[in-house]
C-alpha cells in the first residue's frame, strides 16, 4: 500500500488557539477527506479543527474499531466549544447520553451507542428531543437510526504502519456538511499561506446577508478581518427567468469587493487592505479598521458625517470607469442601477410591506398604478454620468479612523454591490439612514454642504436636478428597505429589523412631499392611509 500523507499536518501544536494546518497550494482531494493522524495530539487538533463548523442540529458520526480514538476526538470537539480545556468528559459508554453546554449556551450531545440493544431505547431517553437543536457526536453511529439532519461522517482506524499511535482519518458529509468541511479547509490554507494561521479567531456580528466575518487575532495583537463570503447561489426565478438577485444586480462573488476595493484604494480612499484571497472560494483575508463609528448614542456625529459627505463629493467628482481589474486576466463589470432594478426593488412594498405591516390588501389595478407611478418619476433620476454607487453607503459600513487625515478618516466596508448610477443615491443612503435619526434640518445642511464641495469640483453641477433626483432616490430607498425589513421579518424570521420601521415611514413621508412625487404621495394616501397624508387642494 502506497503511504497516505497526513495533508492537514494535524500533528502540529502552536501557542494560542490549537489548529489544523496543511501545506500552501494543496488541490482539494477527492472525497472522502483522508490522511494520517501520527499521534493523539493530532487527533485532538482535528478535533479544534471540526468544531469550527459545527452548527445546532448537526451530527458528527465517530466510527471506528475500539482504542480508534473516537471518545479522544469527541473530548476535543466538546472542551473546545465548551471554552474548557480541562472539562472532564467521560466516555458515556454506560449512560450513552451525556450533555452540555456550549460557551454560546449551544446544547451539546456526546452519546456512545455500543451499548444500545434496541433503538426504542433512544426514545425512551428523549434522544430527539435533545439532539434537535444540539451539536450531537455519536460514537457507534451504526446504532442510529436514519435522521435529516447534516452529518459528518469520521471513520478512524489504527495504522501501525505509520507508526504506534497512528490513525488514518477518513472525513465526508452529508445535507450540505461536505460544503462546509471543503471551505473550512480552504479557510485553513488560506490563513497558512497568509501568515495567519496562528490567529486567536473570534466571530463577529454579521449583516442580513449570507457573508460572515472573523476577527483575527496575533498573539501580539495585530489583528485583520476574515470575510467568508461563498459564490452566491441562484435563487428561484421570480421574473423572466432571472432570479432577485441578477435583476437588482447583487454580487455573485468575492470579485466585486475586490474590483471596489482595489479601485477605491487607488482612489486614495480607506477601503481595508487586502492581506490574502481565495477568490474561487469567497475568502478574503482584509485590514481592520477597527469599529470606531460615526455616529454616537444613535444619532450623527456632524464632524464625521460632514467628512463622509466631502468624500461622496470628491468620488462623484471624478470620472469613473465601469470596468475594474480583479487579477491578472478577470475583470469585473459594475452594472448599470437601471431603471428595471431600482423598480423592481420598490415593488418590495406592496408585495411584502403593504401585507404584512399594514394589513393591506392591494387589488390588481392598485399594484398597476403604483408601479406606472414609480416608472414615470424614474426618469427623473437617469444620471447624464452615471458614477459608482456604493450601494450601503450608511453608518454601519462606515468605520472613524482617527489616526488619519482628511478624508482618510472615513474607513469604507461592504461595498461589493456597488453599480453605476446616479451620485444622490449614496447621498440619500448617508443621510436618510435606516437606523439613525436625522432632523431635516441636519440633512439639509448636508445636502448644503455636498452642493458647494461638488461645485467646487465641478461648476457645471446642476443642484436643482440634484435635489429632485435624491427626493427620488431617497424615496425609493426608503420603499425598497420598508419591504427588504418586513420580507426579514416573515420570510427569514429576523423580526429586530422591525424596529426601524417608524423611522423609515418617517424619511418616506419627507420624500414624497417633493412635488416630483406627488402622484405616489396620492396613492400612498389612497392605499396605505396613515403613512402620508393627501396633497392639500390648491
Known amino acids: 500500500m502506497r503511504p497516505l500523507v497526513s495533508e492537514a499536518g494535524f500533528g502540529r501544536r502552536r501557542s494560542g488557539r490549537s489548529e489544523g494546518r496543511r501545506g500552501a497550494g494543496a488541490s482539494a482531494p477527492p472525497a472522502p477527506w483522508e490522511f494520517v493522524l501520527p499521534e493523539e495530539t493530532a487527533t485532538e487538533d482535528l478535533g479544534l479543527f471540526l468544531s469550527e463548523f459545527l452548527c445546532p442540529g448537526d451530527v458528527v458520526a465517530l466510527s471506528g474499531g475500539l482504542g480508534g480514538g473516537k471518545t479522544t476526538l469527541a473530548r476535543a470537539v466538546i472542551r473546545e466549544l465548551a471554552g474548557d480545556p480541562r472539562l472532564e468528559v467521560p466516555s458515556p459508554t454506560f449512560t450513552l447520553i451525556q450533555p452540555y453546554t456550549a460557551r454560546d449556551g449551544r446544547a451539546i450531545i456526546h452519546a456512545d451507542l455500543y451499548r444500545l440493544r434496541d433503538p426504542d431505547e433512544l426514545v425512551e431517553l428523549g434522544f430527539d428531543e435533545m439532539a434537535e437543536d444540539a451539536i450531537t457526536l455519536v460514537e457507534w453511529p451504526d446504532r442510529l437510526p436514519p435522521r435529516d439532519a447534516p452529518v459528518l461522517t469520521v471513520d478512524l482506524s489504527l495504522r501501525a504502519e505509520f507508526g504506534p499511535e497512528a490513525r488514518l482519518a477518513r472525513i465526508d458529509g452529508t445535507g450540505g456538511m461536505r460544503a462546509r468541511l471543503d471551505r473550512a479547509r480552504a479557510v485553513r490554507r488560506l490563513l497558512d499561506r497568509s501568515g495567519w494561521d496562528v490567529a486567536e479567531r473570534t466571530l463577529m456580528q454579521g449583516d442580513a446577508s449570507s457573508r460572515a466575518y472573523e476577527r483575527l487575532t496575533k498573539p501580539d495583537g495585530t489583528s ?315
Not at 331 to 347: C, K, S, W
Not at 450 to 475: C, I, K, M, Q
Not at 509 to 516: E, I, S, T
Open 224 to 538: 485583520a478581518v476574515l470575510m467568508i463570503a461563498p459564490p452566491r447561489p441562484d435563487g428561484p426565478p421570480v421574473r423572466d427567468g432571472k432570479p432577485y438577485s441578477a435583476i437588482v444586480h447583487l454580487a455573485e462573488s468575492v470579485h466585486a469587493f475586490v474590483a471596489l476595493d482595489r479601485g477605491l484604494r487607488a482612489l486614495g480612499f480607506s477601503a481595508p487592505k487586502i492581506y490574502g484571497e481565495d477568490l474561487a472560494e469567497g475568502l478574503l483575508i482584509l485590514e481592520d479598521l477597527g469599529s470606531e463609528p460615526v455616529i454616537e448614542a444613535g444619532a450623527p456625529r456632524p464632524e464625521r458625517y460632514a467628512e463622509a459627505v466631502r468624500l461622496l463629493a470628491k468620488l462623484h467628482a471624478t470620472p469613473l470607469p465601469p470596468v475594474l481589474p480583479v487579477a491578472d486576466g478577470i475583470e469585473h463589470v459594475l452594472p448599470p442601477y437601471d431603471t428595471e432594478a431600482l423598480l423592481f426593488e420598490a415593488e418590495l412594498m406592496p408585495d411584502w410591506y403593504a401585507p404584512a405591516i399594514r394589513d393591506a390588501t392591494l387589488s390588481a389595478e392598485a399594484r398597476s398604478d403604483f408601479v406606472d407611478l414609480w416608472r414615470a418619476a424614474l426618469q427623473g433620476a437617469v444620471p447624464d454620468r452615471p458614477t459608482w454607487t456604493l450601494r450601503d453607503y450608511h453608518s454601519p459600513n462606515l468605520i472613524w479612523l482617527p489616526e488619519r487625515d482628511g478624508l482618510e478618516r472615513v474607513g469604507l466596508i461592504d461595498f461589493q454591490d456597488a453599480v453605476m448610477g446616479h451620485p444622490a443615491y449614496d447621498v440619500a443612503s448617508l443621510l436618510q439612514d435606516a437606523r439613525v435619526d436625522t432632523s431635516a434640518e441636519f440633512e439639509l445642511r448636508l445636502l448644503g454642504l455636498y452642493a458647494r464641495e461638488r461645485r467646487g469640483r465641478d461648476p457645471a453641477f446642476d443642484v436643482g436636478a440634484f435635489a429632485t433626483a435624491y427626493a427620488l432616490l431617497a424615496a425609493q430607498r426608503a420603499t425598497k428597505i420598508l419591504g427588504i425589513f418586513a420580507r426579514l421579518d416573515r420570510r427569514d424570521g429576523k423580526p429586530g429589523y422591525l424596529a426601524h420601521l417608524p423611522r423609515i415611514e418617517g424619511y418616506l413621508a419627507r420624500n414624497l412631499a417633493h412635488p416630483a412625487l406627488a402622484g405616489l404621495r396620492d396613492w400612498h394616501a389612497a392605499h396605505l392611509p396613515g403613512l402620508v397624508s393627501p396633497a392639500p387642494e390648491s
